[in-house]
């Protein structure tokens, strides 16, 4: 029996928001956690942040999901303008891997979703926009700018997948 593999580790770190506890197996820990917690570390002590740098980005990571806006709208089976304003959020944050984008963003993607797409939705833009607020779909990460939320992300990914 490796008894490695019988001892916990317990750890906790903590940066702004962001918070993390856990108790792992030490070769988890050394295989998997300590690296990253070094990277966190380093970044940390140098100034920089993985979460500034990456909420100052316009890229939220490679694109993992491979679909036409059009082809999402179909997914959600699109009806109202905020299926369609919906869509093209997804499309944004996950097709393209951004992380902010303005309400003329999501529009101009928003018409590539044809037959999907009506003008009426951009008169009524604001009004769309603010239904997938209130639902939590996306939140306004500063003025003017919008994301998907962690809770949209997950309900597009179950959507999608």
């Given at each position: 029996m490796n008894t490695s593999q019988d001892t916990r580790i317990t750890?906790?770190?903590a940066k702004g928001a962001l918070s993390v506890s856990a108790s792992v197996s030490s070769v988890f820990f050394d295989e998997k956690v300590l690296p990253v917690m070094e990277s966190i570390l380093l970044e940390m002590k140098s100034g920089?942040?993985?979460v500034d740098a990456a909420s100052n980005s316009t890229a939220a990571h490679t694109p993992e999901?491979?679909?036409s806006v059009k082809m999402i709208a179909s997914k959600l089976n699109a009806r109202l303008g905020s299926d369609v304003l919906k869509a093209a959020v997804i499309s944004l944050a996950l097709v393209h891997g951004r992380v902010h984008f303005s309400r003329k963003e999501i529009l101009t993607e928003a018409q590539k979703a044809t037959g999907y797409w009506k003008r009426s939705i951009t008169n009524n833009a604001s009004k769309y926009l603010e239904?997938?607020?209130?639902?939590g779909f996306i939140i306004e990460s500063s003025t003017g700018q919008l994301s998907l939320s962690a809770s949209g992300e997950a309900e597009a990914r179950n959507l999608l997948t």
């Open positions: 750890f906790s770190i920089r942040s993985p999901i491979d679909l239904t997938l607020l209130s639902a």
